[in-house]
């Protein structure tokens, strides 16, 4: 392999990662992967000698690290608020993100199930997600959505929602066909598929999971 082949490989890999992160549907992932493609493809413009390209990007580079720092600093206040599943308000944010719920789950492209329980989560006034599932008693729910709005969809609606059930009586979540793309948020937020393609979550109160904590 020869030099001008790694700094072309260079260009390639920086061009990908700029591109890539205009598909990110999380405002800090995106900033964060073009901020690392702007920095590989600035090296690559001054490997090349191209000086104005290597401006832009280092320029680029800066405005990222500028924006991230803001988004850090914007304090996030997050609200639980449960609701009639009927709700005009609830309807009305359904039918706007349908077609963004459909990608994430596809099985719901028939309609959006209506069952008895519903919850949304506001962030700084801002709706920020929504949970709609049916009681099966004790405690247990048979999730049919939860979702994030694609401006908070960075694990932490889910963490704040799920350290908020407890309150409401909630012990064990049940979600049945969450489709590919969810599938992997849901193992990271603490759900185990128990069978093919049905994912279950215990929830534990504060005072459990600190319990949980101090033992190990």
Excluded: W
């Amino acid at each position: 392999m020869t030099s001008r082949m790694i700094i072309e490989g260079i260009g390639y890999v920086g061009s990908a990662l700029i591109l890539g992160s205009m598909l990110m549907t999380s405002v800090t992932r995106l900033r964060i992967i073009n901020l690392i493609g702007s920095a590989v493809f600035a090296c690559y413009a001054l490997m090349i000698h191209s000086i104005p390209t290597a401006i832009i990007n280092i320029g680029l580079v800066v405005i990222n690290i500028v924006q991230l720092k803001k988004l850090a600093d914007v304090k996030r206040e997050y609200d639980l608020v449960r609701v009639d599943p009927e709700e005009a308000g609830l309807q009305y944010l359904l039918q706007h993100y349908y077609e963004n719920i459909v990608k994430y789950f596809p099985t719901l492209k028939a309609g959006i199930p209506v069952g008895d329980i519903a919850f949304m989560v506001y962030c700084n006034g801002a709706p920020a997600g929504i949970f709609l599932g049916t009681q099966r008693g004790d405690g247990v729910i048979d999730v049919d959505l939860d979702y994030s709005t694609p401006r908070y969809r960075d694990s932490s609606v889910g963490r704040f929602f799920y350290g908020k059930l407890p309150e409401q009586g909630v012990k064990q979540l049940v979600f049945r066909n969450p489709g590919e793309k969810h599938r992997d948020y849901m193992l990271r937020i603490g759900f185990k598929e128990t069978e093919k393609d049905t994912f279950v979550k215990f929830i534990k109160a504060p005072a459990e999971e600190q319990e949980k904590r101090d033992e190990v």
